[in-house]
């Protein structure tokens, strides 16, 4: 039981190049989130997925797009990359009622030059 | 908006000393809450959750945190401080009826010293 796995782990990009991070989940869980962590600024919710086949904006939505991919994936985008999405990417999944524990993957770390 | 307000970004303890890490939340009805600890270069993993079963929650590691209604507050505390609790702790909060979108506090960064 691997909970929520993220790939890649760690990636280098320059200004301008495009790059997809992946997420799965083997808990069954029908709600999937993506996170940014900034030092200083906590953990801010860029896009999530209430259940498979529906995607929300969440707080800091732009420059980002997401696919929900079947119920276990879901895929974050970044069409154009910016020094601005230089962060730490954290994938989380849940049930989808209020007060479910969310469970986090390890993250990524972007480093955009 | 939901927020949630973590006082202090940084908090050192001697090792044997009470933790005590704050979080207050903003909200007209009570909202479920969750400490998170954040190892170094790791996810978030659960600390304890409080969802109006009892005000006062155990958790993990010795950990434990108190409802207080009246002060919306929810702080973690425990009783003795060990060099494996030096991490980073975030209180989260999301609201009844509303799905279950998460509010996280910008996290306090515990250091304990020997």
């Known amino acids: 039981n691997a909970g929520v796995t993220q790939t890649p782990k760690f990636q280098v990009l320059k200004t301008g190049q495009s790059m997809t991070l992946q997420c799965a989940q083997d808990?069954?869980?029908?709600?999937m989130y993506w996170y940014r962590q900034d030092p200083g600024m906590g953990l801010r919710l860029i896009y999530y997925?209430?259940?498979?086949?529906?995607?929300d904006k969440g707080e800091v939505p732009n420059g980002y797009n997401v696919s929900r991919l079947n119920k276990r994936e879901f895929s974050l985008r970044l069409e154009s990359a910016a020094p601005s999405q230089t962060s730490v990417y954290f994938c989380?999944?849940?049930?989808?009622?209020?007060?479910?524990?969310?469970?986090f993957g390890p993250g990524t770390r972007l480093l955009v030059l | 908006a939901q927020s949630v307000t973590q006082l202090g970004s940084h908090v050192s303890v001697s090792e044997g000393a009470l933790v005590l890490l704050r979080c207050n939340y903003s909200?007209?009805?009570?909202?479920?809450l969750f400490w998170y600890v954040q190892y170094p270069n790791q996810g978030l993993q659960l600390l304890l959750k409080?969802?109006?079963?009892?005000?006062l929650v155990k958790g993990i590691n010795g950990f434990e945190a108190e409802f207080k209604k009246s002060e919306t507050s929810f702080h973690l505390t425990k009783p003795s401080a060990h060099m494996s609790d030096a991490a980073e702790y975030f209180c989260?909060?999301?609201?009844?009826?509303?799905?279950?979108?998460?509010?996280f506090g910008t996290g306090t960064s515990l250091t304990v010293i020997p």
């Open positions: 989380a999944s849940s049930g989808t009622l209020s007060g479910e524990t969310q469970y």
């Open positions: 808990m069954n869980h029908n709600s």
């Open positions: 997925s209430a259940s498979e086949g529906t995607t």
């Open positions: 909200s007209s009805v009570p909202p479920y």
């Open positions: 409080y969802t109006s079963a009892a005000t």
């Open positions: 989260a909060v999301t609201l009844r009826g509303t799905g279950n979108q998460f509010y």
